[in-house]
């Protein structure tokens, strides 16, 4: 079955240190892959994606993702995280390019200061 | 701002009552969905409308019934509903047939009395 897997419920992170929240997927052809961020009572928010090119994307916030193709990876990353940055972190790949969107569980990133 | 509006952004209802949710976009897409976010699970596809014809329908029990009468509106009408009901409900919004990211409305947080 086609899925997309955030395997850690939480990251904890401190501040200026940089994080890792990881992503796999399951899904046939060249997948799209997108990173969304769910900060305290808001909706989704689009952070970044990728279709093709270059393996490394960056995205808003300072936020960036590494796609890894024999990995079937796309893991979000940031260089220096803020206190800002908790959230909860999901991770989605359309099913096709013409089909619905599957996500991941989501992540949720705590920063301490 | 997205571009995707949800009202009213919190709602408290009783199990005999009748209730709707409201979505609408600016954004001239033609594809609309409603999610449900629970505690610490992924994100459920409950319904996606694309050019107005409903073409997905994720064995939501019939409590729920959607509304889609253009492509920039989109609602959820709600009846006699279960407390395990209460939850955050996400409309959203793509270009179907692009592979593109779906824009998120910030939310309905509902609970069911």
């Known amino acids: 079955a086609q899925s997309v897997a955030q395997p850690e419920d939480q990251v904890n992170v401190a501040e200026g240190n940089p994080l890792t929240v990881k992503c796999t997927y399951s899904v046939s052809g060249n997948p799209y892959l997108f990173w969304y961020v769910q900060y305290p009572n808001r909706g989704l928010q689009f952070l970044l994606k990728y279709i093709t090119g270059d393996n490394l994307v960056k995205g808003s916030y300072g936020f960036e993702a590494e796609f890894n193709k024999s990995q079937t990876s796309f893991h979000l990353k940031k260089p220096s995280a803020l206190v800002s940055d908790s959230a909860l972190s999901v991770c989605a790949v359309p099913l096709t390019r013409d089909d619905k969107i599957i996500f991941g569980k989501g992540t949720r990133l705590h920063i301490l200061p | 701002e997205t571009g995707v509006t949800q009202t009213p952004r919190h709602l408290v209802m009783g199990m005999t009552n009748k209730k709707s949710l409201k979505c609408e976009q600016h954004l001239g897409h033609n594809a609309m969905y409603w999610y449900k976010q629970s505690a610490k699970k992924p994100l459920e596809l409950m319904f996606v409308y694309s050019l107005e014809e409903r073409v997905e329908n994720n064995s939501v029990p019939s409590r729920f019934s959607p509304e889609c009468p253009n492509s920039s509106h989109l609602f959820l009408h709600l009846h006699t509903l279960q407390p395990e009901d209460s939850a955050l409900y996400l409309c959203?919004?793509?270009?179907w047939g692009q592979g593109t990211e779906a824009f998120f409305g910030q939310g309905t947080r509902l609970t069911v009395v």
């Open positions: 959203a919004s793509s270009q």
